[in-house]
C-alpha cells in the first residue's frame, strides 16, 4: 500500500493511495488515532472514487461518527485504465438494449462478471487498511448503491468482516443467490420510479436478502434522484449497528 | 367538549375528555403555552385510544418535539358502546374469514363504512382541541397504522390541516381512490411478512399517493410486528414536516 498524498479540510484527512493496481482513498477524522469501524465505498457506473455522493457521504461518515472511509475505483472507472474485455461487453450490452432488448438483465449479468474481480480486490483493500493504526480491526459496513449494489451484494455475501451494509438501485437478476448468504443488517434504497431497475426485481433482491433484519426505503423518483433526507438515515443506520468511533486521540 | 380527568407523568400533562358521545385523551407538555403542532392519532382494531403503542408514541411526541397529541376511541371500541351494526358485520366478516373467505377485502370494505362515521368526528375533534390556548391552530400531523390506515386514509384525503401522514399496515383494497387525494408527505410503514395485508395490496396503497414526497419503510416480521426503531423515525419525519413544537412557556 503506497500512499501519494495527503490533504485535509474541515476535519477530515484524506490520502490518496494505490494497492498494487488499485488506486484508493483514504478518509479518516485529522489526527485519529486507534482503532474505529470501517466503511467502504463503491461508486456508480460510469463514475469514480471520488464522486461527489461519495465525497458527501464520506465527509459526514467521518465528521458525525469518528468512522474511517475507504472507497476506491472499480476496473475501467477512474484512474484505472480501460479494460477491453469489460469495454466490449459494455459496448454490446448498449447496443442491444438500443435494438429493444430488455437492459436489467444484461447489467446484472455484466455486475456479476466484474464482482468476481472486485470481491478479492476490496478484500485485499480491508486487509491493508485495517493495518494502518489508526483504522484498526474494527467493524466494517458496506456502501454500495447501483453498481456498488451489483457488486456490493457478492462482497458482502462472501465477506465477513462486513457487519452491515446499505444497497440499493439494484435487482435481484443476478445477485438473488448471493443476497440468500446475506444475514448481516441491511437498509435497501429503493427508486419507486427508477428507469434502469425494474421496480419487481428491486423487490426481489430486497426479499432475497436472508437478514433477520432488513429494512427497504422506497421513495419516489428516477434512478439517480435518491432524497438527501436517506444520507441521514444511513448514518443512524451504520452508528445503530457498527457503533461510535473512537476518539480522535 | 368536557374534561374529566387531568393527570400528569414524567413532563407529560394527560386529560381525558368527551366531545359529544366522543371519549378522548389530550397529551401536552406539563406547562405548555400557546400553539403547537398537533398530532392526531388512531389507535389499532379492537384496541382503544390508550393503547401501549399509542401512549409510547404519544409520549415522545410530547417530550422530544413539544407536541400536543390527541387519541380518541373508534365508534366500537374503548370507552364506546358496542355497535350492533359494526359488530354484526365484524362477526359476519370472521364467520367468512373462517370458511376460507380472502379476509382482506372484508376488512377493508369494514373500514370505509366506519370511515364514514371516523372523518367528521376527528374533524370536530379538531375544531375543539385547536381552540385551547396551549394547542391552537398548529400543523396537524396523522399517525395510524391498520385500522388507523383504512380509517386514516379517508381523513388524510378530506382534512387539509393534515400536512403529514404515517400510515401502514394497510391494503389499496378500500382506500386506493381516497389516497389518489393524498398530496401531503407520507410515511408508510409496510411489514413485509403481514399475515394479514397482502404485500401485493400494500405496495399498491403506497403507489396509489399522489404525495410528491412519501416514503415506504418496509421490514420483516408479521402484522403486530413493527420494529422499535421506526418510532425514531416518525419522531424525524414529523419534526421535518410539522416543525418543532414551542417552549412550554
Redesign the interface.
Known amino acids: 500500500m503506497r500512499f501519494t498524498s495527503e490533504t485535509s479540510l474541515d476535519g477530515v484527512s484524506e490520502r490518496l493511495f494505490t494497492l498494487g493496481e488499485i488506486p484508493g482513498v483514504l478518509w479518516t477524522p485529522v489526527g485519529a488515532a486507534g482503532a474505529r469501524p470501517l466503511v467502504l465505498m463503491c461508486h456508480g457506473g460510469g463514475r469514480h472514487k471520488k464522486a461527489p455522493d461519495i465525497v458527501a457521504h464520506a465527509s459526514r461518515f467521518v465528521t458525525e461518527c469518528a468512522f474511517a472511509v475507504v472507497a476506491v475505483d472499480v476496473p475501467g472507472h477512474g484512474d484505472r485504465p480501460k479494460e477491453e474485455e469489460y469495454h466490449r461487453i459494455a459496448t454490446e450490452n448498449q447496443a442491444r438494449a438500443d435494438a429493444g432488448e430488455d437492459l436489467a438483465p444484461l447489467i446484472a449479468n455484466f455486475q456479476a462478471l466484474v464482482a468476481r474481480q472486485t470481491v478479492p480486490e476490496w478484500q485485499a483493500v480491508l486487509d491493508a487498511v485495517q493495518e494502518l493504526e489508526h483504522v484498526g480491526p474494527g467493524p466494517v459496513g458496506y456502501w454500495g448503491v447501483s453498481l456498488g449494489c451489483g457488486l456490493g451484494v457478492p462482497f458482502v455475501a462472501a465477506e465477513p468482516r462486513v457487519r452491515a451494509a446499505v444497497l440499493g438501485l439494484g435487482g435481484a437478476s443476478a445477485s438473488a443467490e448471493a443476497a440468500a448468504r446475506i444475514t448481516v443488517p441491511v437498509e435497501f434504497l429503493?427508486q419507486?420510479d427508477d428507469e434502469r431497475v425494474p421496480r419487481a426485481q428491486a423487490?426481489a433482491l430486497?426479499?432475497a436478502f436472508a437478514?433477520?433484519?432488513?429494512?427497504?426505503?422506497?421513495?419516489?423518483g428516477k434512478h439517480a434522484e435518491l432524497?438527501a433526507?436517506e444520507l441521514?438515515?444511513t448514518l443512524?443506520f451504520f452508528t445503530?449497528h457498527l457503533g461510535h468511533g473512537s476518539g480522535t486521540s
Not at 211 to 220: D, I, V
Open positions: 429503493l419507486w423487490l430486497f426479499d437478514s433477520p433484519e432488513k429494512t427497504l426505503h422506497a421513495n419516489p432524497p433526507f441521514d438515515s443512524r445503530r
